[in-house]
């Protein structure tokens, strides 16, 4: 090896710890709930937001294409999809991903000004991460990505009764603690991706007593938190948020080849890279492996991998942390040692351990976090996302694993090479 | 071998198995909360229980005996401790075993007219067991059997806030499901002893909804919920309540080796047996290993393992189902290899598995449960008890592990072989 290119890998080094340490201090704090339009510095009422990489309207897969069209109509944009459809085309209506405004979304991720956004932000950067709320609980209410008069009629509900109530109670409480909470629920089985139960659980049992002094009435407060008992995925949204608080400050750091977003939009996985500012680097999608919720789907029906929730694999959680969430393994027909192994091969691609996470079946051994495309591109090992499932026509029919295609790794490791070599 | 034997080792195997049935059909719900005097059918005015075996008064270790002093002031049996003591020597205050009387109680288990006690019925036999209620958030409040003006004020706080409130709220709910609770909680990192983190947050989402339309004062529920977001152990009286009401049910089956009762009062550890009937086999209680929760204290501050708590390791949770927990090995310095090797003991000694209590750590291997004292004796592995530690003033001021003393096996052996050989 020559001299010069070992000094250019101790600097890769160096950049790669600093932005490990910016996620090792970040404390994030949910304070607040918002529509996207009051949340979201560059939001306007004429854009709509989406999950994943940047696409074209003509490439979106269906869930994320009809969610899009039908946000419009929501919104007031449109008189019907169709004539959404031409005003996107048209330049009428701008398309955007979330995470290029500061948010992040699950499954197609449509978010657009009426959204009610989580807000969290990272007491140590100031910097705010945000996310749309939790559509509902599993198999009786329909995702923002389905669409149907039972849809909009949710749709209203989380803007205008969850939202203002979530609102209040946070406010009240004066803000939450999201590290303590994902730290506790670490040590209670969920790894803050696909299992979300005991999370779920801290977070209400956080809200209760604020909901209990709500200022609204007590039929919303009731509904309110009948929703909050029955969505035991509810925390996700929340953790989601905080993860992106955390990846604003892994940005941007010169020569650093830590990955600070992973995200998919059923069509194409994309990557950015610290060193490489806002850059995307975009493979297909892959399928993903796992369990549909009923008989009547088989794997025709659903999309490829799809959604921002790649966040918390970013900050070292979800796939990463697969050994603390053994009971995911029934999605995969997995094994504990196999949840074990996956954890262990994170560790081979990324850059060190988030001290506060800890995984007691590891006999708190620290989660894995701050993904090295370098190590990725030697050693092979691509990393693992665990997920929900996406029907074509929208909403969430299953879990699984799937893992992130390794061609994004290798376009921005030229670039990164192209750039700083 | 004899064909008689023979016959008699199959005769108990099949007891056993009737025993082992038992449990497994066991349908705890926790349905109320009442006075002991109104909860308890042969409960009195002048009656004091206590956690273990049958004792002494004189021979009773230091905690009891003083709880069973402040017992009898606080209830009006006597004006002073001195007098409480010369009356309970006079027999004009009846002592006697919470195990007795269709009740559990944690640590010093002092249990008089006025305790609020949780009231679980199993709707398969129609057997109730009962529980006082969890003392306070550890550190926060004073326990049972610390005694102070402190300690009165928080048992009165019990008796008139805690108690009606949580009646309201189970009543209006009509009931609720405590297997479901355990079996989610074991996926959830408890094992339903020394870690109830995850059944006493579901419990609180159980209720909450309750809580919420609760008939009293706003104050008196809001000091209630306060209390519940506190106390994380506050669903062990629960589960302990709803170990009793499976326990009472394996009791009284002719042949049968299988253990019905694990209890200790800081003086002797005590076994009953199925075949055996109301016959208590005692042997001196073990000392807990473990963490004491401040520098403060030492080895000689605490006494020997203490509490009907032990019910959970009868019906197969708690120390049994160690592997489903690996975060308490931080209290005993252990790892999660031992964990799983505990687990797997008990495995040996115990008649068949739970089949709805699953571990994830195991590749949802169910527990074990059901405690042989011929296979304690064959294979000299005592069961492991997960415990709490109490000073000698009182009040829980540790956690850790023990084992049940051997010599307790030994004698009900002897014993059913006298009976049954």
């Known amino acids: 090896m020559t001299e010069k290119s070992q000094a250019l890998r101790d600097r890769i080094d160096q950049a ?34 989406h999950a994943g990489p940047p696409i074209e309207w003509e490439r979106m897969c269906e869930p994320q294409r009809n969610g899009v069209a039908h946000a419009a109509v929501f919104e007031g944009l449109a008189k019907d999809t169709a004539e959404a459809g031409r005003a996107i085309q048209a330049g009428a209506i701008r398309l955007a991903p979330c995470h290029e405004f500061g948010a992040v979304g699950g499954m197609a991720g449509i978010t657009s000004a009426s959204t009610p956004l989580a807000m969290v932000r990272c007491e140590k950067t100031g910097a705010v991460g945000c996310s749309q709320l939790f559509q509902g609980p599993r198999g009786q209410l329909p995702s923002r990505d389905a669409y149907d008069r039972e849809a909009a009629k949710q749709w209203r509900w989380l803007s205008e009764v969850l939202g203002p109530v979530l609102q209040d109670a946070i406010r009240a409480k004066g803000g939450l603690d999201v590290r303590a909470v994902t730290a506790k629920a670490l040590q209670m089985g969920d790894e803050c991706h696909n299992r979300n139960s005991a999370s779920s659980l801290l977070l209400l049992t956080g809200l209760a007593p604020w909901l ?78 796992g369990l549909l919720f009923s008989s009547e789907w088989n794997d025709d029906d659903v999309v490829p991998d799809m959604g921002d929730s790649a966040i918390m694999e970013t900050v070292g959680l979800g796939g990463y942390v697969q050994a603390a969430a053994p009971a995911l393994q029934q999605f995969v027909s997995g094994s504990f040692v196999r949840a074990k192994r996956i ?79």
Chains 1, 2 share one sequence.
């Not at 490990?20 to 004429?46: C, G, H, Y």
């Not at 940005?251 to 998919?264: A, G, I, L, P, Q």
């Not at 890279?273 to 492996?289: E, I, R, T, Y």
């Not at 190590?375 to 909403?395: E, F, L, N, S, Y």
Request: aromatic fraction near 8%; hydrophobic fraction near 40%; charge should be positive.
């Open 343 to 421: 954890t262990e091969e994170m560790r081979e691609i990324t850059t060190g351990p988030i001290d506060d996470y800890r995984i007691p079946n590891l006999d708190f051994a620290p989660a894995p976090a701050a993904t090295d495309i370098r190590k990725v591109i030697r050693t092979g090992i691509t990393p693992v996302i665990d997920t929900a499932i996406a029907h074509k026509k929208g909403g969430v029919v299953g879990a699984g694993q799937t893992q992130a295609p390794i061609d994004c790794f290798k376009k921005a490791l030229r670039a990164f090479s192209e750039r700083y070599a």
């Open 212 to 289: 209990m002094q709500s200022k609204f009435d007590a039929s919303m407060v009731r509904d309110s938190l009948s929703y909050l008992v029955a969505a035991e995925q509810f925390s996700l949204c929340i953790s989601m948020a905080a993860g992106k608080s955390a990846a604003e400050a892994m940005k941007n750091v010169s020569h650093s080849t830590v990955v600070t977003t992973f995200c998919r939009n059923g069509v194409d996985f994309g990557i950015r890279v610290s060193g490489l500012g806002d850059q995307w680097f975009v493979a297909p999608a892959n399928k993903v492996n």
């Open 16 to 49: 790669n710890k600093i932005v490990l340490n910016k996620l090792n201090e970040s404390r994030p704090v949910w304070f607040d709930v918002q529509p996207a339009i009051e949340a979201l510095p560059n939001m306007t009422r004429d854009t709509i937001l």
